[in-house]
């Protein structure tokens, strides 16, 4: 029987497979609970934000990208990486800037959760923001982004539909229309 008080796994050797520009791939060899061993695959990930930009009429501000690793596009709320020591408040105000050409006067942490914990250590913060004001985009060189304002209406509809399949902006967007 397991002892589900003492579920942790102890590393015993870990070795990197790839070091990357966004991600490192590890595989580390583990004693699990009840003795035995194990191997995982396990990706680090620096950690990222996700904003909920809310506009004039209550609007929500979105993003429509192509995602190659899925080879499609997704519509999505605001968000990216961490840089080096960055905060994750700074993070967020940098990616809504860069991406929707928004800087918002007020700002709320709502959650913090891992987008894939089987295999990957990314943890998102989300972030409310609103009393927008617009100034310019500023993505980067490999992005190509459609920014497009949604009303709750519309955003119920995307929801009914299948139209938003990205998790972290399912998140956002169950949270948005349940506060």
Not at 33 to 47: C, F, V, Y
Not at 83 to 111: D, F, H, I, M
Request: charged content about 30%.
């Amino acid at each position: 029987m397991i002892n589900f008080e003492n579920m942790t796994e102890k590393t015993i050797k870990s070795e990197i497979i790839y070091n990357g520009r966004v991600v490192n791939l590890r595989k580390d060899e583990v004693t699990l609970p009840d003795g035995k061993r194990s191997t995982r695959e396990i990706i680090d990930h620096p950690g990222a934000v996700v904003v909920l930009a809310q506009g004039k009429q209550e609007n929500v501000i979105m993003v429509r990208q192509f995602r190659k690793a899925i080879e499609d596009v997704l519509l999505e709320l605001p968000a990216g990486t961490l840089e080096p020591q960055e905060s994750r408040l700074n993070c967020a105000q940098r990616e809504l800037e860069e991406e929707t050409g928004y800087q918002a006067k007020n700002w709320e942490k709502v959650y913090e959760f891992y987008s894939a914990p089987g295999f990957c250590n990314e943890k998102l913060t989300l972030f409310f923001a609103w009393n927008l004001k617009k100034t310019k985009t500023n993505t980067d060189n490999d992005e190509f982004i459609e920014i497009i304002e949604y009303d709750r209406k519309n955003i119920i509809s995307l929801l009914k539909n299948n139209k938003i399949r990205d998790a972290k902006t399912l998140i956002g967007i169950l949270w948005w229309l349940n506060r």
